[in-house]
C-alpha cells in the first residue's frame, strides 16, 4: 500500500525551519515560526501560565474523560474573554464553544461543520493568507476563493476587499483574521470592519473569524473589538480561537471552536455537531492547557498578571518593529520603513521578493519566508541592527 503513495508536499515553513536548523553560521537568525521570544532568545512559560500549573499539581485532579466538548468550564471562559460576560453565563444563548486542539483544530472542526451543512460551500480567504488555511478548509471539501488584502502601497485595500467580497454569495462563508493578520501585518480599520459587516448582514455571507493574536497589537481588549462588532450584528458567526500564542501555550495545542447563531435550537444543533466531527477526529482534546486558561481567567489576581504579562509582550514586539523602521529609515530606505510602520502584531512582511528574501538567507543568514514574512516578536533586540542592516543591503541591490 504504501509504495503506492506519490510523494506528498511538505510544509514550505518547517522546510525552512530544518534548513535553519542545518545552518551551522553562528549569526543565524530565526524568524520564520510564529513564536514569540524574550530577551535571551527563548520562548519563556509567562508568569500566570507557571502559578496556574503549580496550583493545579497541588490540586492534583482526576484525570477522567472530560467529554467530547472538552473542559466547559474552559470553554464559559473563553466565550466570556472573547464575546463577553453575557455569553459566558449563557443568558444570551446565542453563542456555544467546544475545545479544540488549538486554533488549527478549531479551523478544521468549523471547516467540517461547515461542509456537513452545506457540502461544497465555498470560503473566501484573504491573499496572502496564513499558510495553513487553504489547506485546511480544502482538507474538510471545501472550494476556496481569494481575495486580495493589501493595496500596493502596502496597507489595507478598503476599497478592494469590499469590491471582491461584493461577488460573495448568500451563505458563502468569509474567512477574516480577528486582529494582527499573519502573514501581514496589516488589519482593517474599525470603519472597515463595520463596513465589513454591513456587506455581511446585505448580502447573507457568513463571517469565520480566526482570532489567534489577540492582546499582541494594540492591546486585548482593541484587538477583540472587531470580532464583538460582527457578533454584535450578523445573525451567524463562526470563531476558531488559539490561546498558543497570547498565553504561550503552544505545544499544549489549546483552543475552541465558537459557533452564533440566530436560535437557542440553531446553536444547540451546531454544538453537537461539533462534537461528533469531535469524536471522529481526535474524540476529545488535551486536558492540561484548558484547565492552565481556566485557572487564570476563574482567578482575579492571576488575569490581572496575565494581562499585565501580555502588555508587556505586545510593547516589546511593537518597540521592535518601531525600532526596525528607525533603523531603516536611517540607513536611507524611508518608503519600505513606512509600509513596515503601520503594521501589527507578530508578524510583517517585508518589501521584498522571493528572490531578496532568498539573498537575505543565504547572505546574511537571516531566515524569514520567501513570500516576505518574519516574526518580529522573535528578533533579539541586539539583533534589530542585523535584520536592519540586511534589508538595506539587499534593497540597495535593485
Keep these: 500500500m504504501l509504495e503506492l503513495l506519490p510523494p ?53 485532579a482526576s484525570k477522567e474523560y472530560r467529554g467530547l466538548s472538552g473542559n466547559a468550564a474552559f470553554n464559559r471562559a473563553l466565550l466570556g474573554l472573547v464575546l463577553g460576560a453575557e455569553e459566558a453565563g449563557g443568558s444570551a444563548g446565542r453563542a456555544a464553544a467546544v475545545q ?57 485595500d478598503s476599497d478592494g476587499v469590499l469590491a471582491a467580497l461584493g461577488e460573495a454569495r448568500r451563505d458563502d462563508v468569509v474567512l477574516l483574521q480577528g486582529c494582527c493578520h499573519n502573514p501581514t501585518g496589516v488589519d482593517p480599520s474599525r470603519e472597515d470592519w463595520e463596513a465589513l459587516a454591513d456587506l455581511a448582514v446585505r448580502d447573507g455571507w457568513v463571517p469565520f473569524v ?14 477583540l473589538e472587531p470580532t464583538r462588532l460582527l457578533a454584535a450584528r450578523v445573525p451567524e458567526m463562526l470563531v476558531a ?20 447563531g440566530s436560535s437557542r435550537q440553531a446553536v444547540r444543533h451546531a454544538e453537537t455537531a461539533l462534537q461528533n466531527a469531535a469524536r471522529t477526529l481526535y474524540s476529545m482534546p488535551p486536558e492540561h492547557g484548558a484547565a492552565v486558561v481556566t485557572t487564570i481567567l476563574e482567578d482575579a489576581g492571576l488575569t490581572a498578571a496575565w494581562r499585565a504579562e501580555l502588555d508587556v509582550m505586545r510593547g516589546r514586539i511593537t518597540a521592535h518593529r518601531t525600532e526596525l523602521v528607525r533603523l531603516l529609515t536611517d540607513l536611507g530606505h524611508g518608503a519600505p520603513a513606512r509600509v513596515l510602520a503601520g503594521q501589527r502584531g507578530m508578524f510583517s512582511m517585508l518589501p521584498l521578493t522571493g528572490e531578496e528574501m532568498l539573498r537575505l538567507r543565504r547572505r546574511h543568514a537571516i531566515y524569514g519566508t520567501t513570500a516576505g514574512r518574519v516574526n518580529i516578536a522573535g528578533i533579539p533586540a541586539d539583533r534589530i541592527p542585523c535584520l536592519a542592516r540586511g534589508m538595506a543591503e539587499v534593497l540597495a541591490a535593485r
Design 100 to 156: 479544540t486542539v488549538a486554533g488549527s483544530g478549531a479551523l478544521r472542526l468549523l471547516a467540517d461543520l461547515i461542509c456537513r451543512t452545506r457540502p461544497g460551500t465555498t470560503v473566501w480567504i484573504s491573499d496572502p493568507a496564513y499558510v495553513n488555511h487553504r489547506p485546511i478548509l480544502e482538507a474538510a471539501g471545501l472550494r476556496v476563493r481569494p481575495f486580495g488584502w493589501c493595496a500596493p502601497d502596502g496597507g489595507f
Design 8 to 60: 506528498p508536499p511538505t510544509d514550505p515553513l518547517w522546510d525552512l525551519t530544518y534548513e535553519f536548523g542545518a545552518d551551522e553560521r553562528s549569526e543565524r537568525l530565526d524568524l520564520v515560526l510564529g513564536v514569540y521570544r524574550d530577551h535571551t532568545g527563548r520562548t519563556p512559560v509567562m508568569a500566570a501560565v507557571r502559578e496556574a500549573e503549580i496550583r493545579l499539581a497541588e490540586r492534583s
Design 241 to 260: 480561537v488559539s490561546c498558543s500564542k497570547n498565553f504561550g501555550l503552544y505545544s499544549d495545542r489549546t483552543g475552541c471552536a465558537i459557533v452564533l
Design 210 to 223: 480566526d482570532l489567534a493574536y489577540h492582546g499582541l497589537g494594540d492591546g486585548l481588549e482593541a484587538d
